[in-house]
């Protein structure tokens, strides 16, 4: 720290300081505020709707507003903000990011500045990454909001258009940016305003800010719809790039790059293997004339596939499906399918059921949907790492929020070992050590396999206790495969001598609290009482919560007395961000805990950055079989690596945003002039001008301005005329008459369109035109945005090579990309027209009334979640099990208790099984 600093402080502490000011001046306000009664509490929101309406602005509310939400959440859970609470809603209000540690509350922290900027009446959307966390915190700081008459809503998987009106018309709405985004690209597909369901972009607060903006901006949000299926395509092209992976030297993989692609000798082995199987266009040249471009692609989406993606790792395969697994949370994706091709190359190679490749019909990227937002904040517990993207993407400025109190984890230096078997042993002896003390541990690992053999390792193990020797040491596995039961086993995972081993999804957005969940522990009970057939009273509930509350307490102290959370990570990533938000699980609120990381030089990051040099390094100070080497100089040069990595990958986003840049111009024009034409009732001048503007196209096409008569292309013209408008017109008898110009018969031209045009309106009425013609004109426009973007996603993949010439691709690409959206404004003058002047319209009336909107929901037996989409929205579980009465259960099934082994033999539970569908 230079002595300027040590003098002043940092800029953010100087920044979060004068901050303390306005703090002092909500706690002077609280004696007021906690005089008043619960209905004059609630009535402050219709006096700051009132102020607001008068022109005050929501600064000047923001620190009554700010006791009022600290009291209410007082008398509603108990909860009273803290002064570092208090800051962070400051931070969020200005549209800046809160980074808080684990455990400081993050949740509580955004009611104030929710609560805040919903009384404008436009719209605050809390956006959360999953959807688990979106109907809690909904539910949970809900409270808060109905008790001071605000409106709360929340979005999440399999709602119907009705309920997502309904949530988006919410002060409050909750929800994953998954969600909302899409129903960003769904709104801007329908034909009717009617049909809508957001209603603006006013303010968002996004928690684990980091996790959404940066993780997951390197993949779009897409709307698809099915192409041509391709099946034995796919096949025949993985069974060929598996016999060609068997040689090394077919292709080169780059793992920093992470690309891969065929060398000279792979490209003629392709070749043939393709000319065999009659694959190859008659007539080419070879595999990579113009004319074989779709199977050149095809051919390293399969290699992509078989030597980049990994089973287990990059996806799990469950009955038969392929299902993505998120790099930074090692949650499943569901739903998520790669473009291009790249899914359906996975599912060959794994034997699946192939889907159809998709079409792009919509499209945005996480970057630019969330920069509609005319404000932006976001919270999370690791974000200093990454400000600068934060800033030069979104204007988000990264605040370091003090924490309520000091931190007393310790964060040990990591431990390097030459092998993988070595960190594995040394490993597994620090979890024995940490259980025979009763010190609860989490441990940490990258993928799903490494957790997995982690875990066949721990229940291998002897160890001695108490004098006997026990095989085995008790642990949980927290990983996307069963990612069901993540919130019972996070809830455990602070019980003394708890061995928990959990992918990076570990409590993202739940806390490890030392001695067990109240919350968690008290729900349990209820269900087993309901189970029993037991209602429990609201005496009995509150004596139980005494005794767990007791309980914890005790278990708390020993695993205090033990030494705290000790969190272990089996591998460094290659983000930081998501090492610390490892380390971070433990410490909470004060807590005393420990970090440490162990390491081998077979470690991805480790090999691929400094292995062999490391090991060299090893073997020359001679370090032993099981022995490891510490420093915090090499802790130095690990973080370099990441650093490395990190600033890769934001070139990487920066540069894909660049590129996006370009669309969403093209984007927003499009979408804001298709809501222009869905919001009117008359069309026809609009409709119109199309028309007269391509009649002018084809007449100067074909009889160019300053040409000679002689030079006129007047069949061409009459053809044009007959196909674009269905007019029969004796144009050569025209371009025939003395001294007749291109403009003249550009105007009979025009003159016999509007009689065509008249005649048809007759014979519909001016109302049903006016609907056809609006119909016509949003369908044309999506139609051709759809073929814009294919031939974009075409220019994008190929746009690089513009390199070799020694010009910019992305200036080439800004050129194309202009040219091509040209040709769009141009099609969409001509198909409208040609549409309307060609199509025969008929109307019918509906022989019975339109369905209604149903739900895509099929419960799992044995899950109980919704095998569709992973998750079962409010009313829909219960309307799915209505369907399903008791008597559809077979003689003598009906008396099965809920806990007791189900009849069909499957060894489940009864309500698990065939209870859950009843």
Known sequence: ????????????????????????????????????SDEALRGKTVEFRERLAKGETLDQLMDEAFAVVREASRRVLGQRHYDVQLVGGMILHKGGIAEMRTGEGKTLVATSPVYLNALAGKGVHVITVNDYLAQRDSEWMGQVYRFLGLTVGVIVHGLSQGQRQAAYAADITYGTNNEFGFDYLRDNLVYEKADMVQRGHNFAIVDDVDSILIDEARTPLI?????????????????????????????????????????????????????????????????????????????????????????????????????????????????????????????????????????????VTIQNYFRLYSKLSGMTGTASTEAQEFMDIYKMDVAEIPTNRPIQRIDNDDEVYRTNREKNQAIVKQVEACYLRGQPILVGTVTIEKSEQLSELLKAHTFEKDGKTIRGIPHSVLNARFHEQEAGIVADAGIPGA???????????????????????????????????????????????????????????????????????????????????????????????????????????????????????????????????????????????????????????????????????????VFEQRQEFMDAQDLSEIIGEFRTDTIADLVNRHLPPKAYAEQWDVEGLKAQVQHYLGLDLPIAEWAAEEGIANEEIEERITQASDARVAEREALLSSDRMRMVEKSFLLQTIDLQWREHLMHIDHLRTVIGLRGYGQRDPLNEFKTEAFSLFEKLLVDLRQTTTRWLMNVEIAFEEPAQPPPQPTFEVHLDPFTGENEVDGSVPDGVAAAQRQALPVSALPDGWEDTGRNQPCPCGSGKKFKHCHGALV
């Not at 230079?2 to 003098?7: A, E, G, T």
């Not at 940092?10 to 002092?24: F, G, I, M, P, Q």
């Not at 998120?326 to 790249?342: A, C, I, N, Y």
């Not at 370090?623 to 802790?635: F, R, S």
Request: glycine share 8%; proline share 2%.
């Open 1 to 36: 720290m230079s002595i300027f600093q040590r003098f002043f402080g940092t800029s953010n502490d100087r920044k979060v300081k004068s901050l303390h000011a306005r703090v002092a001046r909500i706690a002077g306000l609280e004696p007021q505020i906690q005089a008043l």
């Open 499 to 669: 061995v928990t081993i959990a992918t990076n999804m570990a409590g993202r957005g739940t806390d490890i609290q030392l001695g067990g969940n109240i919350d968690m522990r008290l729900a349990k009970w209820r269900e087993e009482q309901i189970d029993a057939g037991v209602e429990p009273t609201p005496e009995q509930a509150l004596s139980q919560k005494a005794k767990i509350e007791a309980d914890i307490a005790d278990l708390k102290k020993q695993a205090l007395d033990a030494g705290g959370l000790f969190v272990l990570g089996t591998e460094r990533h290659e983000s930081r961000r998501i090492d610390n938000q490892l380390r971070g699980r433990t410490g909470r609120q004060g807590d005393p805990g420990q970090s440490k990381f162990f390491l081998s030089c077979e470690d991805d990051l480790l090999r691929i950055f400094a292995g062999e040099r490391l090991d060299a390094i090893m073997r020359t100070f001679g370090v032993q079989e099981g022995e490891a080497i510490t420093h915090k100089w090499l802790n130095s040069a690990i973080a370099t690596a990441q650093k490395r990595v990190e600033q890769r990958n934001y070139e990487v986003r920066k540069n894909l945003l660049k590129y996006d840049d370009v669309i969403n111009d093209q984007r927003k024009a």
């Open 223 to 363: 709307i698809s719809g099915p192409t041509d299926d391709k099946s034995d395509f796919y096949r025949t092209v993985d069974a060929i790039v598996k016999e060609l992976v068997k040689d090394p030297s077919t292709y080169e993989h780059d793992e920093k790059q992470r690309q891969v692609m065929l060398t000279e000798e792979g490209s003629e082995k392709v070749e043939e293997m393709m000319a065999a199987a009659g694959h190859l266009a008659e007539d080419s040249a070879g595999l990579y004339d113009a004319a074989n471009i779709s199977v050149v692609h095809h051919v390293n989406q399969a290699l992509r596939a078989n030597v980049m993606y990994v089973r287990d790792k990059d996806y799990i395969v469950r009955a038969g499906e392929v299902i993505l697994i998120d790099e930074f949370t090692g949650r499943m994706m569901h739903g998520r399918r790669l473009s291009e091709g790249l899914h359906q190359a996975i599912e060959a190679k794994e034997d699946a059921v192939i889907q159809p490749e998709n079409q792009t019909l919509a499209s």
